[in-house]
Nanobody
Framework: QVQLVESGGGLVQAGGSLRLSCAVS????????TGWFRQAPGKEREFVAA????????YYSDSVKGRFTISRDNAKNTVYLQMNSLKPEDTAVYYC??????????????????WGQGTQVSVSS
């Protein structure tokens, strides 16, 4: 089993920044890909970013490319999502997830095996 706990969410004005953290515990010796997803009220959960186990490969949705940066520190079992130039449309609950080490389907919700409880990000205009 793998447990994930997100933190770092909050309320920020448009143009501001936040850094989300995802602390991973449990079977941390098993390689896994980590993804960030978000879900706004009344909308489906959507892919935001993902990073390979080594950190050498990163993936972003078009809507956040150039504004968000995903990174990981395996020594601390933590994955980060640095969010800059935030927009009101970025408002959502943000979830981190762990999946197989292959990055074949990083954008697919069902590909991931473990999920955190989510952290709210609200961006005011």
């Amino acid at each position: 089993q793998v447990q994930l706990v997100e933190s770092g969410g909050g309320l920020v004005q448009a143009g501001g920044s936040l850094r989300l953290s995802c602390a991973v515990s449990g079977r941390t010796f098993v390689p896994y890909t980590t993804g960030w997803f978000r879900q706004a009220p009344g909308k489906e959960r959507e892919f935001v970013a993902a990073i390979s186990w080594s950190g050498g490969s990163t993936y972003y949705s078009d809507s956040v490319k150039g504004r968000f940066t995903i990174s990981r520190d395996n020594a601390k079992n933590t994955v980060y999502l640095q969010m800059n130039s935030l927009k009101p449309e970025d408002t959502a609950v943000y979830y981190c997830a762990a999946g197989p080490p292959s990055s074949q389907h990083v954008e697919v919700v069902s590909w991931y095996d473990y999920w955190g409880q989510g952290t709210q990000v609200s961006v005011s205009s």
